[in-house]
């Protein structure tokens, strides 16, 4: 079964950096590419970045484009987001998701999240 | 950027009662949409992909239908575990963009 486990959270200071990971299994990791999607307390789902199988193409919002970078290690079956320069905006619960992969329909499977909490 | 306009923000229902959610794409999306619940404390679950597709295990009072820039997510008769809050997700371009959510809470 597809499972998906997010580590790296925690307590920040603003101005730091933080780098998150997500633990695949279950599926052919090489052939799928994979989201970002964070929550903050309280507040909607949004979209943070993805990343195409090969890790060639990236795409992020707006919001965090020149801080945040998204990569993976087909080889570890984990990706990862490293967080630069963060905010106390930045916190917030951050998911990971599957993306197109095997003929599916993206954000078909999701971590259990994990909290970044910038503060000082 | 694809705006979705997710209504209403809130709606207060009976158990065995109808609803219908609503998303509104600012652009045509075809038909790359799904539907997602969330309870709180846990992650989002899919219920529809493909913006009427049901998605494996979801009961079948879960229904989703439109295409292009208008979509419904319908629960044809509300069960206690169906309060939540519910989002659309438009995946036809990046960046991919959420509606604001429904939370849907017991009369």
Sequence with gaps: ?120 | DIQMTQSPSSLSASVGDRVTITCRASQGIRNDLGWYQQKPGKAPKRLIYAASSLQSGVPSRFSGSGSGTEFTLTISSLQPEDFATYYCLQHKSYPFTFGQGTKLEIK
């Design chain 1, 1 to 120: 079964q597809v499972q998906l486990v997010e580590s790296g959270g925690g307590v920040v200071q603003p101005g730091r950096s933080l780098r998150l990971s997500c633990a695949a299994s279950g599926f052919t990791f090489s052939s799928y590419a994979m989201h970002w999607v964070r929550q903050a307390p309280g507040k909607g789902l949004e979209w943070v970045a993805v990343i195409s199988h090969d890790g060639r193409n990236k795409y992020y919002a707006d919001s965090v484009r020149g801080r945040f970078t998204v990569s993976r290690d087909n080889s570890e079956n984990t990706l990862y987001l490293q967080m630069n320069s963060l905010r106390a905006e930045d916190t917030a619960v951050f998911y990971c998701a599957r993306g197109y992969g095997s003929g599916n329909s993206p954000l078909d499977y999701w971590g259990q999240g994990t909290l970044v909490t910038v503060s000082s």
